[in-house]
């Protein structure tokens, strides 16, 4: 194994995006070999890594056409990390100069949102990191090798982008690479932190850095009510990402922010009633001749996006100055009982409440087809019992889609 990190670095030196023959030597070690003798470890890797067999994932890539200036190696759990740019993994990155290789626990760089897959900014990916050091503090107490910082000395933004995803990393140098043993002690090693990760994420109600999971979860519904086809394994799991919510997680996260709503308003003198069973908003208010309209938010997110309905936006810009809206936000969720729990949170007010038109993001449309006017005309012609005469135009609407 270290003979074939070794020839990886030593042909990084010749890295160029044409399909040389330095560069099909590469891919043949990167795609194929290093996959191959990993492979023969699978049973162990899957134990370390705390997966059934057939769900370790071990792959490499060097780039589809254009060869990439950074080639990787990674292992992974393939519910948690369906593909290379999404979840947390285990992976071989080498420098681009061929003077070091990386054992690093990385992260995919962007997200799913139903239809595409968006970029993860840096502050993200930064806010993931952050989030998931903590929990391995004890394991990474008996490896003070261990690297917070990865130097790959990329010149291509792809390459640039591994640096801020990286958790913790074991650097081997070309002219120091330990012998095969050692390697795969290495990465089981790095396997039981990722296990570690996988399993905080999975009681996770939100990871700093990811997508509101109401926000998230309206995008995928918007993208499969619109006909969106899936891109497969690109579509990130709910156990391995943590995104979405279950009906009851999302009532107990509701209950809570109203119930935090309401003693805000009670404590400040007003009259609260709860009329979201049969409004477009969430609690009624009163105060002497004082009246407010309030919408209550609650997430498990940092509350810098939440989902408004058309209606709520209709209502409020009605109500607009007598409203509020209500965002509790850092919502803790005990998914551990049978019943989850919400408890804590930030609770922010807003009030008067100004909806600006670029403040909303549009999720989906609603689109009005030809055939829509088509049917208003049959409808009138057929009450005044005229025949419905057909047209090229006519035909021509009928065989177009959006």
């Known amino acids: 194994m270290d003979d074939l990190l070794g020839k990886v670095l030593d042909l990084q030196r010749a890295w160029t995006a044409s399909n040389t023959d330095e560069m099909q030597r590469r891919g043949l070690h990167i795609r194929q070999e290093l996959p191959d003798l990993l492979r023969d470890y699978s049973s162990r890797f899957a134990d370390a890594l705390g997966v059934p067999l057939d769900q370790l994932g071990v792959e490499g890539r060097d780039g589809t056409g254009l060869k990439t200036e950074i080639p990787w190696v990674r292992v992974f759990g393939r519910e948690q990390s369906p593909s290379a740019t999404t979840g947390w993994y285990v992976v071989y990155l080498f420098s681009a100069g061929g003077d070091r290789v990386y ?6 760089t962007t997200v799913w949102n139903g239809g595409e897959f968006k970029a993860r900014k840096v502050e993200d990916l930064r806010a993931r990191v952050g989030w998931a050091r903590p929990f391995l503090a004890e394991q990474r107490a008996a490896r003070p090798d261990l690297l917070e910082e990865i130097r790959l000395d990329a010149r291509t933004q792809l390459g640039r982008g591994y640096g801020p995803g990286n958790v913790v990393a074991i650097e081997y140098s070309r002219t120091a690479l330990p012998p095969q043993h050692v390697l795969i002690a290495d990465l089981m090693y790095m396997l039981g932190l990722l296990r570690t990760v996988y399993e905080a994420e999975r009681l996770a109600p939100h990871v700093p850095g990811d997508p509101a999971p109401e926000v998230l979860e309206a995008e995928q519904n918007a993208a499969v009510v619109a006909g969106r086809r899936s891109r497969g394994a690109g579509r990130p799991a709910r156990s391995g990402q943590g995104f979405h919510l279950t009906p009851a997680e999302r009532r107990a ?28 908003f969430d609690l009624l208010l009163k105060r002497g001749e004082e009246r407010l309209h309030a919408e209550v938010k609650g997430t498990t997110s940092a509350g810098h996006d939440v ?33 989850p729990v919400a408890s804590g949170g930030v609770l922010h007010c807003t009030s008067p409440w100004e909806i600006r038109d670029e403040d909303l993001t549009v ?9 829509h006017n088509e049917a208003q005309e049959r409808d009138v012609q057929a009450a005044i019992n005229i025949p419905v005469q057909g047209s090229s135009h006519d035909e021509q609407n009928q065989t177009t889609t959006m």
């Open 103 to 108: 054992l690093s626990l990385n992260q995919g």
């Open 363 to 371: 999720i989906s449309y609603a689109y009005r087809t030809a055939l």
């Open 307 to 339: 989902i408004l309905t058309r209606a709520e936006v209709e209502k409020q810009r009605r109500y607009y100055p007598d409203n509020a809206l209500v965002v509790v936000h850092s919502i803790a969720l005990d998914r551990a009982a049978d019943e």
């Open 253 to 280: 996260i509701e209950r809570h922010s109203v119930a935090m709503a309401t003693a805000f308003f009670k404590a400040q003198g007003w009259s609260v009633k709860d009329v979201g069973d049969r409004e477009s």
